[in-house]
């Protein structure tokens, strides 16, 4: 029981890194990018190969700037061709299929159990100390703890300040003699390669990398930060990050829960589609039942 | 300093929903000024501050800024020397960002990378006070927890952290109560005043028109069909504005918030 909260924990923490790249661009820059499952599979591909290769840590950086290219089409799509922000995204995951299985070398599956990986590197370095058997745990959230720092101390910033107000307001930022255009591609690619970089760190966990790995990441990653939101309603930027990720760990333990009360693996898509409409319309039909009642009084 | 010359735009060309908004704009503004714009709906007051700041290009004609011709400049780059407030005091500002958040946006210091510092809130916080709306004790707290006239004065501030070379004001009081209409002119008068910024200010106030200033201009129909300064200025009156209207529109003049007196 305690390894399947582990491997839950694990997971979670994994697509806690979607989750936030998601709260960059969703919560903060205000665009749904519709590109999500495919840059992550994008990271994971590139990820492997480079892992494949022989070079592990290497990886996640050159994983996050395939992320970061992916991202970048996207975000030029929708500010400077014309093309709507929804259509932008959905365009950008078709073609990156194509794309994903040609960094995979025309295969759609990739292995890594001979290879190294981060994962592989820990175990060696905490091999029968203490921390032996939690050795994928700590690199996982020694890395997400870095992710989150990075990206408090980014919002925080005067780039940061203005990521957030223009999906706040971008009247008031183009009056602020700030170009929304750099603004909205600077967001979409570091929210691209933190997508990309939970996909690669994903592939290097599962040892393996396939075309699918990434379908259904945006829906399990948006129930994650529609639940870590419930935590910390309108707090400020620390607050929302520490909910997307606790939202992404509860997310993957309801889910294993689920599992263990002989729920099919298959329904998870299912379960997460409906979090997220339950999630959106809630507060939807709660507020128009207030107003209701309102108009009764 | 800002010279509109011949300027027109027109919108929706060729439809059957063709308007004419702009008509043949000549504007010489001198370094100082301090214009009222007054006219009825959809005389194309906002439409002369939109094509100033560059929210759409205009059809023909040229804008000129202190000698530079800023007819093709983004609106985002002419935002840097033209400082801008609406009617919606909702527009100015970013509600979920903290008010030092927004003021540190406005206040453009250092590069993209750097932090807010202890001085910079300093700074602020005597800037703030300045408005004499108790903001400097809230400088953590949202801009959307903000009333009406409290944002309005802030997006002042934010408009006017670096001293614009020009400022354009839309009505910016028309959506506040009275008292704090009232205030939050106060404190534009101050503003503008303390730092000699040449402004543009659209109002719905016959009286504040004429009381402020130094120049009105009256608009109908896309076209600037009265300008008046100096003694001349100071010798009308409401009715008389009124009255002028009238003769050469052919019309009363009648706008949705027009106050009287």
Redesign the interface.
Known sequence: MTSLIQTAVELGLISSLTVLSLYLSYTMLNVCDLSTDGAFTMGAAVGAVVTLSGHPFLALPVAMLAGMTSGFVTALLQTKMGVDSLLAGITVNTALYSVNIAVMGKSSLLNLNSADSIFSYASDLMDGSLLDPYARLVAIVLIVILVMICIVAFLRTRLGLAVRATGDNPDMVRSSSINTVAITITGLCLSNSLTALSGCLLAQYNKSANIDIGTGMLTIALASLLIGRLFFRNKGVGHGVVGAVIGAIFFRLVYTMALRLNMPAFMLKLVSSVIVILAISGPYFLSKMRKKGGDNA | MLKLQSVDKTFGKGTVNEKKALSNINLDVKKGDFISIIGSNGAGKSTLLNAI?GVFGVDSGSIILDGVDITRV????R??VI??L?QDP?????????IE??L???S?????????TGADRKEFRERLSLLGMGLEDRMKH?VGLLSGGQRQALTLL??TYNIPKLLLLDEHTAALDPATAEKVLAITRDVIEKNNITCLMITHNMQSALDLGNRTIMMNDGEIIYDVEGDKRAATTVEDLLQLFKDKAGEKLTNDRMLLS
């Open positions: 700041s983004s609106e985002h780059k935002a840097s400082g801008r609406f909702m527009k100015g500002s970013a509600p979920s960002m903290s958040d927004n540190y946006l406005a453009g210091k250092r590069g993209w990378f750097s932090h807010m949202p934010m408009a």
